[in-house]
């Protein structure tokens, strides 16, 4: 990078001044928190390009701001260049697809395997099938293709589960095509982008949390069709609720249908999926692109949403909390309070390790715990 | 906390759309905590609405629902003197104000004075008599009420900066054995066409990009600081830093030869000046102009 300028041009940036009154602090604090219009940020960046006391106070905010607001740091779309990896791993999948039939006769020794698609859709198994192999939602593309081999280069990104199937009480990873958990935004983008465009925008590994944990795959896969379901969870109070949400749970959404979809078998139940969406509301799909409001008759407006098993947690503003125990089917408010204090702060994370096991957060910096499926909360 | 009288800036009636969205989000606004019926809940947001003119009345709605309704009534309740409000305020934003002004001022007795006058200018400041004004009438819900009181502090902070660096007497200075630098001789005129070429292609730069500018080469901030601000990532910040360096050299230099001057005059024009290199810390001199603390000046200030 260049890192010097003309000393004209240095010495004429020190003599701007802005003409205009300091901008409130209302103002400033809105440029910091990136939440005003489109006019009153133009209007603000303006007056901070040529005022040196307006930018020493929006550094200061933003420097004094929580760890919140770094970890909001939108990260750059890896646009073309996460498609630069998708041809060596075209290249690389193609040359594990030659040797595997070629040499190994791989799929001569492997009866048609059941493929579960971790998140949304849920394949049940063919009859007479073999091994079950569970595929995190963000390699499902896989689902029906041979997985290139770990090089040691990608060793430590790829994480291969075998469910054990019916008949084995254990298994082993005979191959690390089994299954493959692409833990890299550059594997998850080449792997997507190849497979489907429409997986292209990958979800966050935080919102698909709850699907990496590799018990969970196991006891799901060993129960065959009990409900895979994914957490969603909204990590940052102060970024705007719908924009990675929607993205990332329409992305999610088509992946495991083109999973379903590129499948042979034919049995493929679609669980529901939930986002909020930017106004607030708390939506829900179970087909694709159809979604419905859910708690349409609350004023709340929702800033997280997880899903654990069938239950169903949201919330959102002034502590509001809403708890389903059959997959959003029916509801029913829950009120976080301890000592008569009722939590007034609003509700920006839920997570669940567990159906009991949960801690849910607000932008006061409270948390509440409970260990007992909600029946009692500690702050 | 006890309650004192506090001005009531005379208000506009609310409009149908205000009175909707007040009657719809009453519930959401938390604002039955502090006495505040939907009628009130409509006569605030008014008030919030005519303070933050110039809003087109089309944009009301766009404004209404990008409030923060519930800091924005807090906030409100606080002013009327509420002491429930007061007790919420206190107990969610006195740790993160004090660590807010910790972190601007590096210093434990620094931020203690700085967090608590600001708790005497939140709570309202009397004036012989005066029904007092509490500062938290300029919080207007564009952002949080936290980072309002972050930004709050950090404005302080600079403002407590420059008064200290107008109040430090020479005699004083000279006790600290401060040096003062003797006048320069004039230096070898420069060529005007150069300061003009500069003044223009600067102004022809979008505010962005003079924004980058300045803060990267004048105030000295980092790549990390200003990408943590614009929430981007640094490498975005370095190309665009680098692109806008790169244009503005070229378009000088372009300009000062159709202006007249050879290419080798040109370009002893165009001597960099790496603001690292100078031995000076811009960011700690910070301007002596005449003008007083300046901030808080949004509408509501001359109706308070």
Redesign the interface.
Known sequence: ??????????????S?RSAE??P???????Y??????AT?Q?EV??H???C??C????????????EP??A?????TPGWRGWKWAVPAVALLALAYSVLVEHSGWFARRPAATYIAHSNAVILPAPGAGNQVAIDSNASALSDRPAPKATPKHRDRLQATVIPGNKESSGHASSPADTIAATSNYDRDALAGMMSPAAKSTPSSAAVGGALKPEATASAAAQAISPLQTAVDQQSP?RPLGALGHSSFHSMNKAALGTAGSSSHPSVIIRSQWRITP?GHLERSQTADNWTQALADQ???FRAVTVVSNDVWAGG??G?LFHSTDGGEHWSPVVLNAGGHPE???VVSIHFDTVSQGSIST???STWITSDRGQSWNK | MASAPISRPVCPQPSAAVEAFASFHYQESGASRFGIDVVGLAALLTEVISQRNPAPPADVQNVLTSLRLEELVLARACIAGNDTAWEIFLTRYRGSMFEAAYKIAHDEATARVLADSLYAELYGVNQRGEPRTSKLHYYLGRGSLAGWLRTVVAQEYVNQYRRGKRETSLETAIEDGRQFAAVEPEQTAADPRIAATTASELAALNAQERFLLAAYYLDRRTLAEIAKLLRVHESTISRKLDRAATGLRKRIRKRLILAGMTSQQADEAMQDVDVRDLPIKVTETLKQGTQETAFYKEKAGEQG
């Open positions: 990078m260049n890192r010097g300028i003309p000393k004209s041009a240095y010495d004429a940036l020190a701007l009154e300091h409130s602090a209302d103002l400033l604090n809105g910091v928190e990136r939440s005003l219009s009153e133009s960046t303006q901070l390009a040529a040196e006391d930018r020493e106070v929006v550094f200061l905010a933003s420097g004094a701001a929580q607001l770094a909001a740091i939108v990260q750059p102060s106004e004023p709340t407006q503003n002034n509001a007034t702060g609003n932008d006061t910096g």
